[in-house]
């Protein structure tokens, strides 16, 4: 499935459903970032219409196929740093930066996690977001050697984007435990790293290092509602509509 393509994600989804099968999990892992400027057929830019918008349509077209009390995992990165969501550009028609358009991406994440929690609730739904952490892995293919330099030059507090590496075991570990641990059971929505609730960022705005935390414009209800609201105009997919 090219979480890209709106046809092939509705394909997937159907095949899932007509299966019969049950879903107590849907952990939303893939994603692209840093990727050059890039068009899908629809003409949305590719990091938003790949981490995003493949993501809101598949979880939405399988809604049926979900159990009570099943779990929907976002994941998302401390990427989400980069940038709130661009509502006066989400496109970048007036110029393309790649590191916004991957935090816009990830922001979306942890939105949509927001506004899909709010509408489980009766059927006892809960949906996460989390940081999984610096994994090596081919992410980062499309990152150049400058790319990789900037994010571990230190800042002028010594601070580096990225600190330290995970196993990719250990990247694992946030999304399973948000599959999996009774400790969220009334926690739905919220925001997760290393295996913990995430505290508020240093700051509320976008930019700067990571400190563990999650922005506010990424917990915002009203950008939650705003985000559904537009990405299922835009998909033509709303389990609630």
Not at 114 to 122: N, V
Not at 128 to 138: K, Q, R, V
């Amino acid at each position: 499935m090219d979480l890209a393509d709106p046809d092939g994600v509705a394909s997937y989804a159907a095949g899932v459903r007509a299966s019969g099968r049950t879903l107590d999990l849907v952990i939303d892992n893939a994603g692209i970032m840093g990727t050059p400027e890039t068009r899908t057929a629809r003409g949305w830019e590719l990091q938003l219409a790949t981490n995003h918008l493949g993501h809101f349509s598949l979880v939405n077209r399988l809604w049926p196929a979900l159990a009570d009390r099943a779990r929907v995992v976002s994941v998302s990165s401390s990427g989400h740093y980069y940038s709130p969501m661009r509502w006066d550009d989400p496109w970048f028609e007036s110029g393309y930066e790649k590191w916004l358009a991957y935090g816009q991406s990830k922001t979306a994440n942890v939105l949509f996690a927001l506004a899909l929690d709010a509408r489980g609730g009766d059927r006892g739904i809960h949906a996460y977001s989390l940081h999984p952490g610096a994994i090596l892995t081919n992410l980062g293919k499309h990152l150049t050697a400058d790319d990789v330099a900037a994010l571990m030059e230190p800042d002028a507090d010594g601070h580096v984007a990225i600190p330290e590496f995970k196993t990719p075991e250990q990247g694992a570990a946030t999304a399973a435990w948000a599959a999996t641990s009774p400790l969220l059971e009334d926690r739905g929505g919220c925001y997760l790293v290393d295996c913990e609730v995430a505290p508020w960022a240093e700051d509320d705005e976008a930019g700067g290092n990571d400190s563990g935390g999650v922005k506010r414009y990424a917990l915002d209800p009203d950008e939650a509602e705003r985000l559904w609201a537009w990405s299922a105009g835009l998909t033509g997919v709303d389990a609630f509509g």
